[in-house]
Structures are given as C-alpha cells and as structure tokens.
C-alpha cells in the first residue's frame, strides 16, 4: 500500500477530494514518514521535506511553475510531475478579458459614460488582428483555439515545436521580428536560464507601438525595467503582469505607478483542487500499473 | 441593366467595394430615378425615397434592424433584406468583453492596484457558469459558440425554435423561471410589438443577485424604469446596454447615474461596409439569376 504525504495549503480540500475517489491502496499522512513514496502539494511545500523522504519515487507538483524543485543541489531521483493541461481555459478568461478591454476601449467608454457623453465612435476589434505567443505549450494551444475563435491571426515563437494546428506561422529565431509584426504579444514562458530576460528592450522596441504586451508565464523573462521605460515612454500601447521577478510586488516597485500598466497578482490561472487532484487521480492509476506518469518534468529542461 | 440607387452614410466606401467588384450589368446612381429597381443602403434613408422609387423590386438594408421600413403606412410591394450572418463575431466580443470585465473583477483589480495593493484572492470564471439567450438567431449562435468556448452552459429562449446546435436547453415559455436558471442573460431581440418590454420587472425580479443583464438587441424590449430600479436596489449585479429606447440617450436619462451599469452607445457591432457589401454581392447574384434572395424580411413579425 503506497503511502502518500499532502503538503498543501488546500490540503482539507484534497483529502476530501482524494478520498471521494476511494483510491486503490493508498494511505495518506500529512507529515513525513520513512515510508512516504509519493508527494502532492505545493513544490515550496514539497522541497522543505525532502530530505525526510528517503523511499521517494514520485512528486506531484499542484503547479505549473515547479521552480522550488528544480535547485541543483537538491536531489532529482525521484519522478517529478507537474500540473498542465487544466490552466488553458482560465487563462484564456483571463488573457481575452484584458484584450477585449483594450480593444472595446471599455474604460474610456466607462469615462465618457460618466462625463454623461454618448460616444458613438467605433471601437477596434479583435477580429483580423495578429496574437503571438512567446511559448506555445498547453496553455499557448488554448489561448491559440480562443484567437481562432475571435478571428484573429496566431504567430508563434518557440525554439522548435511547431505542432500547434492553431497557429499560423511559427517563428524560431530573431524575436525582435517575430515582435514587429504583432498587435497582442502573450509571453508563456516557464523560468528557466534560457527565457531569463528574453522580453527585453530590443523586443520591446521592435512591436508597434499599438501593441499590447502580456505576461502570464513568469516575471523572470522580462526584463522589468525596459518594460516600465517603454511604458513610460509610451513605445507600446500597454502591458498586462500577473507575474514579476519578485512576488508579491515590492511596495517601491517602479510598476506600481508605471502608465498604461495593469497589475493582477499571479491570479489569472489559479490551481484548483478539483483540478489538479482529477490530474493527480489519473496519474496514480498509471502509477500502480507502472505505466508512465503524464506530464513529467525534465530537471534540465526545467519544465 | 439592373438601376440601383445607394443610400447611405458610407456611400463613398460601399461604392468604391461595389465598383472594386465589377458587379455585372449595374449602373449605380445616388439619387431617385424611375428605373431604380434596387435600393442598397440605411433603412432610415430608403424610407425617405420610397415614394420616388416606383419599379423599387428589392432593397438590401446596411442594417439589421429595419423598424423605418416596417410602418404599416408605407408600402410593402418589393423584397426586403437585411443585414444578417456578419454581427455575430463583434457582437461576441462586445458582450465576452464584459463578461470577462465582470467575471475577472477587472476594475476592481484596477482600483486595488491605483492604492499599490496586492490582490492575491481569485476572481469568478466563466467555466462552468450559466448563459441564457433572449432570442436565438444567428447572432445568438454567435454568442453560444462562444460560450461553449468558454466551458459555459448555454440555454435558449425562443418563441418556438430550438435549432441552434450550441444550445444546451431550449425554454418558450416563462421568461421569468428561464431567467432564475441563469448566470447572465443576454437579450438580443429585435423591436416588434411582441417584445415591447419583454425584459418586465418580474423577469428582472427572477434573475439571481449575482447576475449580469446585457441588451445587445433594441432598447424597447426593456422597461427602462424597471431595470433602473433593480440596478439602483442591487437585486441584479449589473447590466451592459448598447440599446435604449430613445437614442441617444438623453442627457437628463435615469441611467446616466444608475449604478453598476456600463453605457455603450449603439457601437457593440456596427455594420462594416466590406461585411455589408459582401453580403449585398452575394445577394445580387441571386437576384441576377433569379434565385431567392438571404435574409429576406417578414414585414408582419419585423424580422
């Protein structure tokens, strides 16, 4: 019987979760024990402990983002997994809500609106315009069906996939020209040494300065303070952050009165229980079948 | 050689699409001659002309709603056709815009973010919610695409059509236990005596406190007094009006201080003259060939 240690801040929810599927075979405790050889909660939650697990085969990881795990002096004979595949739809919610904002114009229309003005000038479209992702993972593919859907044109950067049915052209070198041909850029990239500070000045300069930047994958791929000085300067129309270098934001972060700026707090593709413990679930019976696990991470890679 | 007469206040550019066309055997003139035998343009303009147009065999409006030529004073003796089948993409991003504005709490993340407050709660998401049509066109199979999109239930109120694919449940009778089912109820009909105030306060009475009303169709289906009522007493959470009964809205209208309502101004989904002129081409080679003509209009229902 596989023992199973939860280590999460939702941990009632999980446990009543994970105990409505009745699980074949599985105990599960709350605090480390010899005989722990499985772990699901948070990585920050996960890493803390893992000296106290010496039978570990495998960890599943309750987010995308399993940086607190990918330090090279912590141990990697275990099998580590990370959540995917649920996050696309939320964060396409969240990604059209902040490009229909944009385009809609519905905060100047809210202003006029309160001036008591009947504004009857058009407002812009989604339709026709070109979305770019830097990334296209699960995630990039939903947002990607979601631009389709809208009427848009999808350009892609990766480093070499190209397998995505939904994006139309898929670019692999010279960022700044992928940027200048965009209108919406929507950087998905995980933190590794590679996307450090991908998004710097070079791209930021070369999108047009109608251009919306959005940052859903993580703050270590922008460089920040090229960011706040071509929204200062006005070189591109906005930003949208959910994520940045430091969490939460520093109160003296130059961001916090940066122009044409929207500030959410890494809220825009939250893990929800039944989420990521339905994930969970179908990997545990290929766990006990020995079969391989879904979505593992490679410590290289970083993702 | 077919005469037709083009009426409208983008007369230049649907010229220029028209011509750019070479449409066969069609002399184009602007204003009324005996021979015109088709009329092309804004509805409130080919009312005016009506009388001078006496071989007037077929009039294509640039709108959808066609009440100028629906008065049972004027005469009905030629084939009308709107503008149909183009509305449904701008209308999607009109009323997801809100949705999501609604659903993220974008303004509220904006005011958090103007006092340099990190927000970490999570905000509602459309997965999951419940979306009812008030009237099922092809607007409204727009609007539940795009909600099945967004992993939405999507139920229908018709008079008696129940054909849209996208429609999960279809309800004909009891507005107001229709609208108690509901998340956001989205009223997309058109101005005829059957839906004069068809949104009443009882239906506004029957929609869940948290619920959104957005009125994308025409401002008479609403009470106006009653929705200003149930806004100002909170027993709705809100409501998104791009229609009003007099437009535009006058200057000393209830809404202009009623809370938690977002004013637009009749701009939700204009008609775009290469959308429109598209339509009108296709519609002429039926009309050359002597074929039935898309979108013809009933005048007795309005539509």
Redesign the interface.
């Known amino acids: 019987m596989p023992t199973l240690i939860l280590l999460s801040r939702n941990a009632d929810q999980y446990r009543a979760l994970l105990d409505a599927a009745h699980l074949p075979n599985l105990e599960i405790v709350a605090s480390p024990s010899p005989d722990c050889e499985i772990a699901f909660g948070e990585p920050d939650l996960i890493r803390d402990v893992l000296p106290d697990l010496p039978r570990l085969k495998w960890a599943q990881a309750t987010w995308a983002g399993v940086e607190p795990l990918l330090d090279s002096t912590l141990r990697r004979d275990y099998i580590l997994t990370n959540a995917r595949g649920v996050f696309g739809?939320?964060m396409?919610?969240?990604v059209?809500?902040?490009l229909?904002?944009h385009?809609?114009k519905?905060l100047q229309?809210?202003a006029h609106?309160r001036e008591?003005r009947?504004?009857?000038?058009?407002?812009g479209?989604?339709?026709g315009k070109t979305f770019g992702l830097l990334g296209v993972g699960s995630i990039g593919a939903h947002l990607a069906?979601?631009a389709k859907?809208?009427?848009m044109a999808v350009h892609g950067f990766t480093r070499g996939s190209d397998s995505c049915p939904e994006v139309d052209a898929y670019f692999h070198t010279d960022l700044p020209s992928f940027a200048a041909g965009l209108d919406y850029l929507v950087c998905i990239l995980p933190n590794t040494p590679v996307t450090h500070h991908l998004v710097d000045a070079a791209v930021l300069a070369a999108l047009p300065s109608h251009a919306l930047f959005v940052n859903v994958g993580r703050g270590a791929s922008v460089d920040e303070d090229a960011l706040a000085d071509a929204l200062s300067r006005g070189s591109i129309a906005g930003a949208v952050l959910d994520v940045f270098q430091e969490?939460?934001?520093p109160?003296d972060h130059i961001f916090?009165d940066t122009p044409n700026l929207?500030?959410?707090?890494?809220?825009s593709a939250?893990s929800l229980p039944p989420d990521i413990a339905a994930l969970f679930i179908e990997n545990y019976s290929h766990y006990l079948k020995q079969e391989p696990l879904k979505y593992q991470v490679d410590f290289e890679q970083g993702y």
Chains 1, 2 share one sequence.
């Open positions: 739809p939320l396409s919610e969240y059209f809500g902040y229909l904002l385009e809609r519905i229309r809210l609106q008591h009947w504004d009857h000038t058009l407002t479209m989604l339709r069906s979601t859907h809208f009427g969490e939460p934001l109160p916090w929207f500030i959410t707090s890494h809220t939250p």
